[in-house]
């Protein structure tokens, strides 16, 4: 009965982070610190329920100072071929730099076009 209601509360709380962070988009044009703050309550809320947040959101934290990115406002993001093909998220506020690789997709295009 007790992991059945754990269950459910997690369920609940990645549900809730969720939300919480599709609304830190859609606010932030308008009222940059709601938008930060969605942000801050949604990696709150993950850290105290041990839920994870999604993979496709996780990327928007930096690993340093831990706050929520936005592309081109406090985050620069490139792209870079030389070597293994990567990502580069570069947050301005601490200047943490952090390279996520992509050649996977990048194989699956090659072989598509071929």
Not at 6 to 21: M, S
Not at 46 to 65: F, H, S
Not at 69 to 94: E, Q
Request: proline share 4%; hydrophobic share 35%; aromatic share 8%.
């Amino acid at each position: 009965m007790r992991r059945k209601v754990r269950e459910r509360e997690k369920d609940l709380a990645r549900q809730r982070i969720v939300r919480l962070l599709r609304l830190a988009d859609e606010v932030y044009s308008k009222e940059p610190e709601l938008g930060l703050r969605y942000g801050e309550l949604a990696r709150r809320l993950a850290l105290r329920t041990r839920v994870r947040i999604p993979k496709e959101w996780k990327w928007r934290y930096c690993k340093r100072c831990g706050s929520f990115l936005y592309p081109g406002i406090n985050a620069d993001v490139r792209i870079r071929d030389r070597r293994l093909p990567h990502l580069v998220i570069r947050c301005r506020l601490c200047g943490e730099v952090r390279r996520i690789p992509y050649l996977r997709e990048k194989r699956v295009k090659r072989v598509a076009s071929h």
